[in-house]
């Protein structure tokens, strides 16, 4: 059964196409659950409107459901926190030209 760990670093394998950087790095991802052979994920996008949001919700889906060990994923898009570009690893903020 995969770990918390080894599910975010298949997650930064989705990058947001709008900004080239993956959802991890990003901090859009919140929170991974794995109970049995399920892997529960709750992540954000960058704004509610985002018209790549699908997309990048069933990519996610796709790519932990190829993983050994894994039956099913769902992917829970929330809002609360709100995201902010604090929750930026600092590479992410490197690459975006954030001081950090």
Known sequence: MPTKEDVLEILKNVND???M???VDLGLVYD???QDRKVHVKMTLTSPMCPVG???QKEAKELIEEMEGVDEAEI???WD??????RMSDEAKL???FDI
């Not at 926190?81 to 604090?86: A, E, I, Q, R, V």
Request: hydrophobic content about 50%.
């Open 81 to 86: 926190p709100p995201w902010s570009p604090d």
């Open 54 to 56: 699908p997309m990048i």
């Open 21 to 23: 950087l993956n959802i």
């Open 17 to 19: 196409p709008e900004l």
């Open 76 to 78: 829970e898009i929330v």
């Open 95 to 97: 690459a975006l030209g």
């Open 32 to 34: 991974v659950d794995i």
